[in-house]
């Protein structure tokens, strides 16, 4: 990545929010930019590319067409490819010119959930080694699965089973966050449609006035992301505006806060 004249992170799904989130994790700690795009659309703009690139794809299966085909089209430009995919010897795998294993293990669901938990967890090793501190970045890595675990504590999971009762029959949901949270917001929306087959929107919380705050009405449910970061007071606001407007708020945050009528603590 030190070496490329311009480093482009490419998947589909849930993958693409991974690469998404790529773009924020290497700004933020690397002070590097990288471009990311969605695996079907990355082949329409590779004009760009040269012998000196590096596209680094990102998929659970390394199977998927659209990926591949994309890759294959860069390759022919001279760009040199790696891979961080969860299968060894997928055809993403036999690709690449350098390969990174997820090891999340098999997949048993359609949600690749652990998959992109694994894909994060190296951009952000991969974004601390660029900086030259590999030891912080396992250091935020086991916190984070530290954090993971109080997640699934029982008390937790009963509040989480109670509010799926409630939002079963519901037919609109929308989920917001501002950086790092706003690629989640996206990957929670695309987990709640595939998994539930309700209809659920991901924006940056920014966006809501221009235009998708018009569909929040009385009973909406709407998913606030309110990490303990420098976004908090900027989503603190979307929440109120949801909530202003009778949205059903759902907080998920360090902290709780009167707006939120569910109060979902990480740490």
């Known amino acids: 990545v030190k070496d490329a004249d311009g480093t482009y992170l490419v998947g589909c799904g849930t993958a693409a929010y991974a690469c998404l989130a790529g773009t924020y994790i290497f700004s933020k700690v690397a002070r ?8 079907s659309e990355f082949g329409y703009h590779l004009d760009f590319l040269t012998n000196k690139s590096l596209v680094i794809a990102l998929s659970q299966s390394g199977e998927t067409i659209d990926l591949l085909e994309a890759v294959r089209k860069a390759k022919a430009k001279g760009a040199r ?3 961080l995919v969860n299968v060894l010897g997928s055809s993403l795998y036999r690709e690449a010119d350098y390969t990174m294993i997820i090891g999340a293990g098999p997949e048993k ?3 690749s959930t652990k998959a992109f938990t694994g894909k994060l967890a190296h951009l952000v090793l991969l974004a601390y080694a660029l900086h030259g ?17 109080a997640v699934l504590k029982e008390a937790n999971i009963t509040k989480i089973q109670k509010l799926a009762k409630k939002l079963k029959d519901t037919r609109h949901m929308y989920v917001i966050g501002r950086g790092l949270s706003y690629p989640a917001a996206l990957e929670i ?11 659920a929107e991901g924006l940056a919380a ?28 900027a989503n603190l606001a979307g929440a109120m505006e949801m909530k202003a407007r009778g949205g059903y708020v759902i907080g998920i945050s360090h902290k709780n806060h009167e707006v939120f009528d569910v109060w979902l603590p990480v740490a």
């Open 32 to 39: 590097r930019h990288v471009n990311w795009a969605i695996g």
């Open 81 to 83: 490819l790696a891979a």
């Open 109 to 111: 669901g359609v949600a």
């Open 133 to 149: 501190n590999v030891k912080e970045g396992q250091a935020v890595l086991t916190q984070a699965a530290k954090s993971c675990k």
């Open 189 to 199: 929306a695309l987990k709640i449609k595939e998994i539930s087959y309700i209809h």
């Open 206 to 233: 920014g966006e809501l006035k221009h235009g998708p705050l018009a569909l929040v009405e009385k009973g909406t449910p709407c998913i606030a992301l309110l990490p303990n970061d420098e976004t908090y007071g």
